[in-house]
């Protein structure tokens, strides 16, 4: 019989792991497999690979649920929530730590100054999302019919503008991914076989129904309210759970999400949310707390106290839907993967995200750096720190935040 943890045991063993997990959702991985796989024996390397291989199929951050469901497994919800507590707290108090200093050096010196450091810290977030562009590349948009929907993706988007467009083009991809039949023997092969976490029939009913009706009031009721009401609340977190819910390949896809609710929307400058995407690639932890930074920047204008609430709840929302999701399709995932329209959609929406990343690098290299000398300047630095002398990604963003401001000062 499995042994089952204390919270507290669960909690310290990962917040210990995130203090230290830089690099991305593939180093944390190897983190998780190495403490508690090969070190401390909590799981078998099958179940691990099973927990890993479901992630990459599901929306939402994909080291942060491998990281949950060992949680879950060795502790039930209490033990789900304690993984997640513990790898999340490091990099969501640094996150929300840089946000308030970043708006209290922006209030005394000016929107001016601040871009300069600003500029410098965004330019590190370029190298690193072409890495993640290129690799989900390879493994999403591998042949003709994958490629076709990615295109179909990217320049559906770049022409044309029009509501709950992220949710259509991720429809789209999934339909386009059943009627192409997307299923060839390399991918039939890596389909994961889960064998189940036991949850009470009860138990498990009442958590879906929970999910379906949290879904249906932030992806549908209130984006509707809102339109005829501008209440920031109601944005901010309807804006968050969206992003979470909607997020297949892990972190850096979430970048486009999040630019789209809270950019395009005049919620957070495009300077403080790109310098902001930039200072998360430095941090450990998940990228996802990059939310933190968000709902903590636009808190600030009404007080500290404003801004931590915000910092915090924006850190639920976006986390709640991706770590519901995994918890419901650990239970489910054999009985889904037996319809084979099922695995095709979800391939088709993984080529899909491609389309909505490749678009969002686009926008950010047009706007912010191919228009001016500096930039350009900056991203042949960066890259050349990131990519040729494989320089760690903190280390980075330490050196081209004052590279930044000196080059913007001349």
């Not at 989900?136 to 044309?160: A, D, P």
């Not at 933190?292 to 808190?299: A, E, F, N």
Request: charged letters at 10%; one cysteine or more.
């Amino acid at each position: 019989m499995q042994k089952e943890f204390s919270f507290y045991k669960i909690f310290s063993e990962f917040f210990i792991l995130g203090l230290y997990s830089f690099g991305g959702p593939t180093a944390h991985i190897g983190f998780f497999q190495e403490n508690f796989v090969k070190r401390k024996k909590w799981l078998s390397e099958k179940k691990f690979m099973e927990f890993v291989s479901l992630s990459q199929f599901l929306p939402g951050p994909s080291s942060s649920q491998v990281g949950f469901l060992i949680g879950l497994q060795n502790g039930s919800y209490w033990g789900g929530l304690a993984a997640w507590l513990g790898f999340t707290i490091p990099s969501a108090f640094l996150m929300i730590l840089s946000a308030l200093i970043i708006v209290s050096y922006t209030n005394t010196n000016g929107m001016n100054e601040a871009v300069k450091f600003l500029n410098g810290f965004a330019s590190v977030a370029i190298p690193i999302i072409a890495a993640a562009l290129i690799n989900m590349g390879k493994n999403f948009c591998f042949e003709i019919k994958r490629l076709l929907i990615f295109f179909i993706s990217f320049f559906t988007l770049l022409i044309w503008e029009f509501p709950f467009e992220q949710v259509i083009i991720i429809s789209l991809g999934f339909v386009l991914g059943v009627f192409f039949n997307l299923k060839d023997k390399a991918t039939k092969d890596a389909r994961p076989h889960i064998v189940e976490i036991i949850i009470s029939k009860k138990n498990l009913n009442l958590l879906f129904l929970i999910f379906i009706l949290v879904s249906i009031i932030f992806l549908i009721l209130l984006p509707i309210i809102n339109v005829y009401n501008d209440i920031l609340y109601l944005q901010i977190f309807s804006g968050l759970y969206k992003s979470g819910s909607l997020v297949f390949g892990g972190g850096h896809v979430v970048l486009p999400y999040l630019e789209k609710e809270f950019v395009f929307n005049n919620l957070i400058s495009k300077e403080l949310f790109n310098g902001g995407y930039g200072l998360a690639q430095a941090l450990p932890g998940p990228l996802f707390t990059f939310a933190s930074y968000i709902g903590t920047v636009i808190g600030a204008s009404n007080g500290i106290y404003h801004a931590l609430f915000l910092g915090i709840a924006s850190l639920i929302f976006i986390f709640f839907p991706g770590l519901i999701i995994a918890t419901l399709a650990i239970n489910y995932w054999d009985r889904l993967m037996k319809f084979n329209w099922v695995y095709n959609g979800i391939q088709g929406v993984n080529a899909s995200v491609v389309g909505l990343l490749c678009l969002t690098f686009v926008d950010i290299l047009l706007s912010n750096y191919l228009g001016n000398i500096n930039g350009i300047l900056l991203i042949i630095i960066s890259t050349l720190l990131i990519a040729f002398l494989k320089f760690p990604s903190w280390l980075s963003v330490l050196i081209m935040g004052p590279i930044g401001y000196f080059m913007y000062s001349f």
